[in-house]
């Protein structure tokens, strides 16, 4: 019903395009040519933003007098965490997308990396809706709640909400891109849709 297949390893972005349609008249995004490129464009932007929340998280701390410190222990935690929420991160992409689309679930082989590659039409709105939700979810909710409710949330807690805050910005690398690329590029009334590893837009109406 939600048409969500798990694909397995693929080896190089051409065992994706086999099962995938380029639409006619379709356009590439203007951008990296390979996935370690994208993210590591992305990066730039989310380590330091995960960096700032980690200095807001201290600096609220310390105005409400809370011992905020974080020890190997929670670097462990970091590490068996990523997994998981890079599961869950894919899994709320799938499910904001339209449920006749179809998903599927891929492990890149070269930068073990799991990826969700749609090949369906969706509009520029929800392509960018897709790709904030899990940035919403695990993220700026999360955050802000730990924020505004320190003095009563216990300490474990706290770290890790935002241990996931801030792993889910690093996942998020390669996403943030998506996002501005979209509203940079994909003019409006045209569709996007993923083909291999990159993403396309197409005016249907021409």
Request: aromatic share 10%; charged share 20%.
């Amino acid at each position: 019903m939600l048409n969500i297949r798990f694909k397995g390893i693929c080896k190089n972005e051409e065992e994706i395009k086999k099962n995938s349609k380029l639409y006619k008249n379709s356009v590439m995004f203007k951008e990296e040519d390979t996935i370690k490129e994208h993210v590591k464009k992305g990066e730039k932007i989310m380590i330091p933003l995960a960096i700032i929340m980690f200095i807001g998280a201290l600096i609220t701390a310390d105005i409400k007098n809370i011992e905020l410190e974080f020890n190997l222990m929670d670097i462990i935690i970091s590490i068996i965490m990523l997994i998981p929420l890079a599961i869950f991160f894919e899994a709320i992409i799938a499910l904001t997308y339209p449920l006749k689309a179809n998903k599927d679930i891929y492990i890149s082989q070269k930068d073990l990396t799991i990826y969700l590659i749609s090949n369906s039409l969706v509009s520029k709105k929800r392509f960018i809706l897709i790709c904030l939700m899990p940035i919403i979810l695990l993220a700026i909710i999360p955050y802000t709640i730990m924020i505004l409710f320190m003095n009563v949330i216990p300490i474990t807690i706290i770290k890790l909400i935002y241990i996931s805050s801030a792993l889910t910005c690093i996942i998020s690398s390669s996403i943030i891109i998506d996002i501005y690329n979209t509203i940079k590029q994909v003019p409006k009334g045209a569709k996007v849709f993923n083909y291999g590893f990159h993403s396309y837009w197409v005016d249907k109406k021409k």
